[in-house]
């Protein structure tokens, strides 16, 4: 029975899309219990088929018993069938919704992303402006916000002398409680204080670096209880952290007691730098688009041609690029426009992607150090090193 499975699955919606306008003519009332029947039979299959391929591997099917390329051969693996599992899922939850009352949020139009987005999407008073027919009037289908009506004009300089804030009483010229820059009051400093910081500027940089500068530590580790964030609008556990800086005696001296000095010592002599690439696309989901795998497939790591000239290393070469907490290969790309001492690897790829899968920058990067702050994980400079393959 097993074995049937990616035939069944194909025969439930060949049959619904047969049956449906027959049955519909005599009575279209009874549409909603077919859909609703034939989306339960399609969840129960496509559950047992993940089930199938989670206990055997990947299930193939060959219809009519011809093979390719005279037949049609049906491929399940974990991914497939997982999404499928979704899909029917999502399917069933849709129509059990309009049937209990969810149709002013379950509507057919919501299918069509532009009048999703319309309606939907941009009922934020700064984005109400952007709307579909807005963005298409001009060529480069960009609208600069806030903008509260479809009309409104784009504003070049925020916070102006004379303006108000989005969404704020006449005369509040910033978004602050008071309408003016805030920098201390006693309500933003028994927020910082319950994350260990004061509201007064107190500089901090990151742990890794080729230069020793104060960072911030967290004081729990991510299987402790933490504290409340006040500054996230949702309920959030963060951890209090504390500052800590290199002890130097006098300028110059070379620190050999800090994170820093230790991983230099090991000879991670670079300091990488991450984030999203120039272009041609917005990582790291829409990379899975074929059309941004075809512009960009391979994840890149730009350094200096000096650099890559110590190290014997050409353009369009695979290197090993390791750091203390993992590694990773990418492709070389020698770029003057970079500094000799750093790296540049963008993120967005993945080990999973379908087309051109490469272990992702993550890999390299440590999540214990997080801004106690935001909560984001340190992206921007990490010591690493660079190996020819």
């Keep these: 029975m097993s074995y049937q499975l990616p035939a069944i699955l194909f025969l439930l919606p060949l049959f619904a899309a047969i049956s449906m306008p027959v049955v519909c003519l005599k009575n279209r009332h009874w549409s909603h219990p ?24 990947e299930v193939r099917y060959v219809f009519s018993g011809w093979t390719v390329p005279l037949g049609i051969e049906w491929v399940a693996d974990g991914l497939a069938s997982v999404i499928l599992v979704l899909l029917s899922g999502l399917g069933l939850l849709g129509e059990l ?35 579909q027919k807005r963005l298409h009037a001009v060529p480069h289908r960009t609208v600069r916000w806030p903008v509260a009506t479809e009309t409104a004009p784009e504003q070049e300089t925020l916070y102006l002398e004379g303006s108000t804030a989005q969404g704020k009483p006449s005369g509040h010229r910033f978004p602050s409680p008071s309408g003016k820059l805030e920098f201390y009051t006693e309500d933003l400093e028994a927020k910082f204080r319950t994350l260990g910081l004061s509201s007064l500027p107190e500089f901090y940089s990151e742990r890794e670096q080729l230069i020793d500068l104060p960072f911030a530590e967290l004081e729990l580790g991510d299987d402790q ?98 750091s203390s907490h993992g590694s990773i290969v990418a492709r070389a ?52 090193r660079i190996e020819k393959l």
Aim: charged share 20%; with cysteine.
């Design 333 to 384: 790309w020698l770029d003057t426009g970079i500094r000799r001492t750093a790296v540049f690897i963008p993120i967005g790829w993945g080990e999973r992607q379908p087309f051109h899968p490469w272990y992702s920058v993550n890999f390299l990067t440590d999540k214990t150090q997080r801004d106690p702050i935001s909560d984001q994980t340190n992206l921007k400079t990490l010591l690493c």
């Design 97 to 131: 919704g309009k049937r209990f009352g969810f149709e002013d949020v379950l509507k057919d139009v919501y299918a069509n992303p532009a009048v999703f987005w319309d309606e939907v999407l941009i009922r934020d008073n700064a984005l109400q402006g952007c709307t």
């Design 225 to 322: 209880p933490g504290v409340y964030s006040p500054f996230q609008q949702i309920s959030t556990w963060a951890s209090p952290a504390h500052i800590l800086s290199p002890e130097i005696e006098m300028v110059g001296k070379v620190v050999t007691d800090s994170p820093g000095a230790r991983l230099r010592q090991l000879g991670f002599d670079t300091e990488l730098v991450t984030g999203r690439p120039p272009a041609p696309h917005f990582h790291s989901w829409t990379h899975y688009f074929w059309q941004a795998q075809e512009m960009w497939p391979d994840l890149h790591i730009q350094l200096h041609p000096e650099k890559a000239a110590t190290l014997g290393i050409a353009d369009g070469e695979h290197v090993r690029i390791v």
């Design 34 to 57: 077919i859909s609703v029947a034939i989306l339960t039979a399609m969840l129960l299959v496509s559950i047992l088929n993940l089930n199938n391929v989670v206990h055997h591997g």
